[in-house]
């Protein structure tokens, strides 16, 4: 198995928040969904791996090469897309293609013209007249048109609208079947769960869950409960209780479903995000 990233002990300091001794590894050909609530130090993470940040400790390894001894090289490699990213407003489409296409030695004009032509992009249009979604496909075809094997997306379906982000989500699908590797951090939780083959959960600074995504799932149970039904033995082993329209709930370590009084059922991804945040 072929890793495309890794991490090991990611340390990054700032007077409020530090990133603690964060490692994964990425699998080459997955999607690996990256979760965690804002503040957690996602965004930390992710620009340290691309040296917006720069880290306190810890060790970035790209195709098994050190990022600091090979950045230029690595970067042929990858394509970083991000919602919040922005482009000179009024310079057209081709203007800003003709800036992007020099950096990139492997740069394919006739897979720029196929993205174009599949994301339905029009190149003298401005970034200001295209709307979020059509801003990501952008960014994707220049990613894609210097054949990028790893893309790092951040919050890329962040605003959309429900069929527009199905659109993309049906874009990433078919990059991983081609081989892509994609990290893929988002706050739509139900994105991952079409989509997602890895989960990385970051919570205060500290990864608590590295897991593929049915075994991060099949590790909880949720219960639902009115007020006085829990028998007072089990109150301590619920996690994150919190209050629901018809009473209470809570998540369960899926081994010790088969002691408990109650009914419980499978919870989404969201719920066992919202609950295990509520207990940390």
Not at 22 to 47: C, D, M, P, Y
Not at 69 to 75: A, F, M, R, T, Y
């Amino acid at each position: 198995m072929n890793s495309i990233l890794t991490v090991k002990n990611l340390c990054k300091s700032y007077p409020s928040f530090r990133l603690d001794n964060v490692s994964f590894s990425l699998e080459e050909g997955k999607i690996t969904g990256f979760i965690g609530r804002n503040g957690a130090g996602k965004t930390t993470t992710l620009h340290s791996l691309l040296s917006f940040v720069h880290p306190d400790s810890g060790s970035i390894r790209f195709w098994d090469r050190e990022y600091d001894e090979h950045e230029l090289e690595i970067k042929q490699r990858l394509g970083f897309v991000s919602a919040g990213m922005s482009f000179y407003a009024k310079k057209k489409l081709r203007q800003i293609t003709d800036v992007t296409r020099p950096f990139y030695h492997a740069w394919n004009e006739e897979a720029y013209r196929k993205y174009l032509s599949l994301f339905s992009l029009e190149e003298e249009k401005t970034p200001d007249a295209l709307s979020n979604g059509m801003k990501i496909k952008y960014m994707l075809a220049l990613a894609l048109s210097h054949g990028a094997e790893l893309l790092i997306l951040d919050e890329p379906t962040s605003g959309l609208d429900p069929l527009s982000r199905e659109e993309l989500l049906e874009i990433f699908l078919e990059l991983a079947n081609q081989g892509k590797t994609i990290l893929f951090s988002t706050h739509i939780t139900s994105d991952l769960e079409k989509t997602a083959d890895n989960i990385l959960y970051l919570s205060r600074g500290r990864l608590l869950a590295d897991d593929s995504l049915p075994g991060f799932l099949a590790a909880y149970r949720l219960c639902e409960y009115a007020e006085g039904q829990v028998p007072h033995e089990w109150e301590g082993r619920l996690i994150g209780p919190g209050r629901t329209k018809n009473g209470f709930s809570a998540l369960l370590q899926a081994s010790e479903r088969k002691d408990f009084p109650l009914p419980c059922r499978q919870p989404s991804l969201e719920e066992i995000m919202i609950h295990l945040e509520k207990e940390d």
